[in-house]
């Protein structure tokens, strides 16, 4: 998918099409999680420090992730891709890859071109949105062919131009060759694909290890044979949050303990899973990382027993000096659960409740007062109707009243009190004709025949590979 995120509160929010819009984080330690095409003329990108976009786009839209919202969208797109083959692997919530050949939706070069081309305006016909597509023999080729394409656009690498093509391209172009890998190459005078195919194996084994020279050297002639692997099993569920200032107050860093504990079981619990092994992550204000876990007798999902073995947990970590991220995770997963004898009763549960106006949500949950109204998430104003917040402070919020079917909407400012105004979920975006983006709205009947009435999954449409 093209600028997933940016591309979806765009979608959804009239006023800011063709706008440059930035995802991610809006406290001092925020990062960017996706920037739209307008935004990246500034040299804006994903993992860059939020207050470096700022100054390199000041004048942009910045916005917290509505990452239910995106989920939704990719379901959505998943049931696609599922419909082309039994064969997908997610990579993310906007990009995976698909195996044509077992769902006999491709079988030759022409075939496949027509599979992708029809993907893609299944996507765009069903989303709104628009997605990229590789084609090619291998994963790894698929992958930068999908990188080629963008935005919106399909590139096939057609067998045997394979090796030419990688040619010229920088090592940084295979997997696994991130920033560290990269140098150590540029220092033995290595920069592109074709230098790491001259280099040789031997050499390179010599330089990056038995198992890291192996691979690239294969990936540097185009060979790459791992499978689309369906459904990877999820071996763990977590939350964490940084916090824009460190915490030191102890009492503070158990309520957040808790707080994260009850946010992870509710994400067990809509998987459908229970778990054995309870984790607590810290991270510290010198950034040293501490994991601390213990393992139960048995796999739960009940709040009290995660948020119990978390505080235990807690009590072996030094926290002195500040704690600038916490984390609580369940692994061990089973799709049963079984009563833990250490649990508390509900009654001394009653007696003890976790004071919700103690806790400091994180910013996609903000809630009493003036904390809740967070950039870009949606609200409900009683005579106004559906809108998003552009902003709050000073005791104000300023919010937009669109809808993404609407012209782009008015503004207005309300005490962050107002009892007219509540939060509110999502509106569906409404899929636009494909050769007119910002023509009226399609009809349903673009939804292709083909689209399965229900669908499942966690990733996005983005590559295609094995024609």
Known sequence: MDAF???????????????????????????????????????????????????????????????????????????????????????????????LEAGEAAWDEASARLAGAKLRADIRAVTGLTGSVGLAACKMLAKIASEQAKPDGLVVIEPGTERAMLAPMSVRTLPGVGPATGDHLRRAGIHTVDEIAEAGEDE?????????????????????????????????????????????????????????ADRCVQRLRGAGLSGRTIVLKVRRYDFSTLTRSETLRGPTDDPAVVREAAARLLDSVDTTGGVRLLGVGVSGLADYTQEDLFAQAAGELAEHPVEEAAHAPAEEEKAPAERRWVAGHDVRHAEHGHGWVQG???????????????????VRTFRVDDPDLEAADPLPLVARRPDDPEGPPAQASSV????????????????????
Request: no cysteine; net charge positive.
């Open 392 to 410: 709050s402070g000073l005791g104000r919020v300023t919010v937009r009243f669109e809808t993404p079917d609407s012209e782009p909407g008015r």
């Open 448 to 467: 292709p025949a083909s689209f399965p009435k229900s669908w499942s999954g966690n990733g996005g449409g983005g590559a295609t590979s094995r024609p």
């Open 5 to 99: 995120f940016a591309s979806a509160e765009q979608a959804s929010k009239p006023s800011l099409r063709g706008k440059a819009v930035v995802v991610g984080g809006l406290g001092p330690r925020g990062v960017v999680a996706t920037s739209s095409y307008e935004a990246r003329v500034f040299g804006v990108h994903s993992a860059m420090p939020m207050a470096q976009a700022r100054r390199l786009a000041p004048n942009a839209a910045y916005l917290v992730p509505r990452f239910g919202f995106y989920r939704s969208i990719s379901e959505q797109v998943m049931g696609l891709l599922r419909a082309l083959s039994p064969l997908v692997e997610p990579l993310s919530l906007d990009e995976a890859f698909v195996d």
């Open 204 to 260: 390179l084994v010599r330089l990056l290890g038995n198992a890291h020279g192996h691979a690239l050297y294969a990936m540097a002639l185009a060979h790459d044979e791992r499978p689309v692997v369906a459904e990877r099993e999820t071996k763990s569920v977590s939350v964490e949050d940084t916090y824009d200032v460190d915490i030191h107050d102890r009492i503070r860093v158990g309520l957040e303990v808790q707080r994260l």
